[in-house]
């Protein structure tokens, strides 16, 4: 079904899909601080994509105190205070790549490593886990032919949508552009405010229905304000 709202420019219409994370185990563990350096070193990619944004998709019945899965097994396991608050403020949002971040992680636990004396090691069914994730695409069959029509969509977007669109999208290149600043480019300086306040949001520490609330609201605030201006 596609939603037009506006003459024909002959771009192609904006495609809303839909996604969901598979969840893969590596068969990488980590029983204590060294052992979860050891394998931060040489875990894929997807793993740490999977333990920093899959939990947005797979949200717990609990908020999650630290926001991704290695804090949580710092404080909860590890029993580490101050190492689970040093990861929870990492935001992969901030980083180049996953490459980068994982740099990251690696810093702050060799950092705590240094400050420690001894190692905790937890038992056998409380190590680390590390999974890894395969992201899976479905088209749901519906489509904007303007960003009239987009801005009208948006505030019904399922979660899976928003999070393939905005987050999923900024990981694929060019690395750090939603699928909407995308497609909003082609049109111009016209739509040139609303893709640079879309830029400017940070998805990670909110959930998918807030974020599709913002998104919602810049999509509204923002047409309006730009339809209201005649062209030159």
Known sequence: ????????????????KDCTLIALATGRKAQNLKELRDQLVAVESS???????GGMLHPGFEEREYGNDLG?????????????????????SGFEDLEE?????????????????????VPVD???????????VFD???SAAAPEALAAIIPELAPESVFYHFIDA?????????????WLSAWGERYGELCRRLEAIDPYFTSLHDLRDQIAA??????????????A
């Open 1 to 16: 079904m596609t939603e037009n709202n506006g003459p024909a420019t002959g771009m192609e219409p904006f495609a809303i």
């Open 47 to 53: 793993s740490l994509y999977y333990h920093f944004w």
């Open 72 to 92: 949580e097994w710092a404080k909860h396991c590890l029993h580490d205070a101050r190492l689970a608050e040093r990861l929870a403020v990492i935001d992969p």
């Open 101 to 121: 971040m994982r740099q990251a992680l690696i810093d702050v636990v060799e950092e705590r490593l240094d400050e420690t004396e001894s190692l905790t090691w």
């Open 126 to 136: 409380r190590q680390f886990q590390f999974i890894r994730s395969q992201i899976v």
């Open 140 to 142: 749901t069959g519906r």
């Open 170 to 182: 900024r990981q694929r290149a060019p690395y750090g552009e939603d699928d909407f600043h995308a």
């Open 218 to 231: 810049l999509f509204a605030d923002l047409l309006k304000e730009a339809n209201d201006v005649e062209p």
